[in-house]
């Protein structure tokens, strides 16, 4: 299977503008995504995708693969599809998120291997558990609920389920996702959907068109790079590491 690693970077950034160029111990972030994305051993090219010509320049001046996109997608499902039009030898498109530079590689890998176990499966992506009843209450923290299967039920940023009665664990979502490569041009290509727009949550379009999105638990802890207090916290990770 030909997977292709996509790692979109747009330099506009509301909280941390220049974002994707932040130093994270001696290297531009995007350049720390790329480093551990390419780890992963089931990737068979990783690119970053970007409408900035200055973070082009850092990748590849890094060595790594970059490509040009258009600078008026409003979405960055439609960017993706932009890179995957140009690679129709890619059976496989992960989408790892330009401000996630401590992305486990071996995450990447078991994404692929879900594809690998079922060959019709469309799109899937990552959840891990939080506890902290704050985190589950913040909109910010995605939350997603599956059936027994681990296929995706609902995405909210609502906390879900509603705890009428204890013991059901809480699962943040993790915005890395894989599709396969037709589905996510016929998927880019959808009208946006009542449940999307509520939430602003991209993936509801494909579970309101009757796709089914599986969902990989994983006990890794991510900390994106959203503010300056979480770029001090991710390059005091990598001076330990």
């Given at each position: 299977?030909?997977?292709?690693?996509?790692?979109?970077?747009?330099?506009?950034?509301?909280?941390?503008?220049?974002?994707?160029?932040?130093?994270?111990?001696g290297k531009p972030m995007v350049c720390r995504v790329y480093d551990r994305a390419a780890q992963a051993g089931k990737v068979s090219?990783?690119?970053?995708?970007?409408?900035?010509?200055?973070?082009?320049?850092?990748?590849?001046?890094?060595?790594?693969?970059?490509?040009?996109?258009?600078?008026?997608?409003?979405?960055?499902?439609?960017?993706?599809?932009?890179?995957?039009?140009?690679?129709?030898?890619?059976?496989?498109?992960?989408?790892?998120?330009?401000?996630?530079?401590?992305?486990?590689?071996?995450?990447?890998?078991?994404?692929?291997?879900?594809?690998?176990?079922?060959?019709?499966?469309?799109?899937?992506?990552?959840?891990?558990?939080?506890?902290?009843?704050?985190?589950?209450?913040?909109?910010?923290?995605?939350?997603?609920?599956?059936?027994?299967?681990?296929?995706?039920?609902?995405?909210?940023?609502?906390?879900?389920?509603?705890?009428?009665?204890?013991?059901?664990?809480?699962?943040?979502?993790?915005?890395?996702?894989?599709?396969?490569?037709?589905?996510?041009?016929?998927?880019?290509?959808?009208?946006?959907?009542?449940?999307?727009?509520?939430?602003?949550?991209?993936?509801?379009?494909?579970?309101?068109?009757?796709?089914?999105?599986?969902?990989?638990?994983?006990?890794?802890?991510?900390?994106?790079?959203?503010?300056?207090?979480?770029?001090?916290?991710?390059?005091?990770?990598?001076?330990?590491?």
């Amino acid at each position: 299977m030909n997977v292709l690693c996509v790692i979109p970077a747009r330099y506009a950034s509301t909280r941390l503008p220049g974002k994707p160029l932040k130093d994270i111990a001696g290297k531009p972030m995007v350049c720390r995504v790329y480093d551990r994305a390419a780890q992963a051993g089931k990737v068979s090219d990783t690119l970053v995708a970007t409408d900035d010509v200055r973070i082009l320049n850092a990748v590849q001046e890094h060595g790594g693969r970059a490509m040009m996109t258009r600078k008026d997608h409003p979405t960055g499902t439609d960017r993706l599809a932009e890179v995957a039009s140009a690679h129709p030898e890619a059976d496989l498109i992960v989408n790892v998120q330009g401000d996630e530079p401590l992305i486990e590689p071996s995450l990447i890998d078991r994404l692929v291997d879900v594809f690998e176990e079922e060959p019709d499966l469309p799109m899937a992506t990552v959840m891990t558990k939080i506890t902290d009843e704050e985190e589950q209450r913040n909109p910010n923290n995605v939350k997603v609920v599956t059936n027994k299967d681990g296929y995706a039920l609902y995405f909210s940023r609502s906390l879900l389920p509603y705890p009428r009665h204890a013991g059901c664990p809480v699962y943040k979502h993790i915005g890395i996702y894989a599709y396969r490569r037709d589905f996510l041009l016929r998927y880019a290509a959808m009208a946006p959907t009542p449940l999307e727009n509520a939430e602003s949550l991209e993936q509801l379009r494909a579970l309101e068109n009757g796709y089914r999105i599986k969902v990989v638990e994983t006990e890794a802890q991510f900390v994106g790079v959203d503010t300056a207090e979480d770029l001090e916290k991710v390059n005091a990770i990598y001076r330990q590491l």
